[in-house]
């Protein structure tokens, strides 16, 4: 059996524990951090955000061990910086007008070419790469793994404040993200080399100069032999994020055996697709998703209840059974939206929300 091996990339809020506000940390928590973690952790574009990432990691308890190292790492080099560290996809009050842009060529020339659109992407995600052994394989489990796309992230929802406001989603972030070009659920491609000519001809056309540019919510990498989940909001508690991750790895080694079988699953339409992720960031868990082949509306926890059956047969062999259980406790307690927002009904005070995330963050470590 392919091995399916994870990385896994966190990126985290660092607060102020007087205003609760996002607080810039210089780089200072990254240069400090480079000492013990090298290339592990990471500035990104805003001051208040670092970013941090797993090794290669054989198996879900591997990445646990290494999400578990880094997070811990990152609150200690925090904690000496007078900062706190928070996991939600946004901030429930910071402004992204006051936010201070990392000095960085990269960044100043995402800046030049997007303007506004980049400086207001205030926002904090989970990547998860698993490990595949062909780009040509990588792009038909793609095609087929976009199906459930909204369903795994609708378990991640964790952004529902924006400057100051309730959204009404359970998921601000992706709207944010949507302003970018080339997000988004990507569209069907037949082979490596369709994918291939499609990148070409950007870069040919200065559209982009190469592949990581092309911030769909799942891609083939451009340099690395995995597929990279890229949409879900960054959750709160680490046994959420190995979750997630622990399903992510299950579906592509799901469709890697149908394939194997000389089976498939049946491709469904980028635009029917982003019904179910439009749901799925304006309700999360509690929404109703499109069942296309039924063509029904179903209760989002019958239909992921479907989908644990669908991976059912590979979970053991990977040995992430503990882990994707997990899913039955968020379920319970609700996603990282549905606790923000229960914080705030029952306080009022998104100084509290921001201590509760702070607090969730912490929690397994």
Known sequence: MATFTLGIEEEFQTIDPVTRNLRSHMSKLVEDGKITLKERVKAEMHQAVVEVGTNICHNIQEAREEVTYLRKMILDLAEKQDLQVAAAGTHPFADWVDQLITDDPRYDQIIDEMRDVARGNLIFGLHVHVGIESRN??????????????????????????????????????????????????????????????????????????GKKIWWDIRVHPFFNTIEFRMCDVPMRTDETICLAAIMQALVAKIHKLHSQNLSFRPYRRMLINENKWRAARYGIQS??????????????????????????????????????????????????????????????????????????????
């Open 137 to 210: 394989e990588g792009i038909q489990i793609m095609n087929a793994v976009r199906y459930f796309l909204p369903h795994i992230y609708a378990l991640s929802t964790n952004s529902p404040f924006w400057c100051g406001r309730n959204t009404g989603f359970k998921s601000y972030r992706s709207k944010v993200f949507d302003k970018f070009p080339r997000t988004g659920i990507p569209d069907f491609f037949s082979s490596a080399a369709e994918y291939d000519e499609y990148v070409a001809l950007l870069i040919k056309t200065n559209c982009i100069d190469n």
């Open 288 to 365: 109703k998703l499109i069942d296309f082949g039924k063509q029904q509306e179903v209760e989002y926890k019958i239909l992921i209840c479907e989908l644990l059956e669908f991976i059912d047969d590979v979970v053991d062999e990977l040995g992430s059974r503990k882990e994707i259980e997990y899913i039955h406790q968020i379920l319970e307690m609700g996603t990282g939206a549905d606790r923000q927002l229960a914080v705030f009904e029952q306080t009022g005070s998104l100084n509290a929300v921001v201590d509760y995330i702070v607090s969730e963050t912490k929690i397994g470590l």
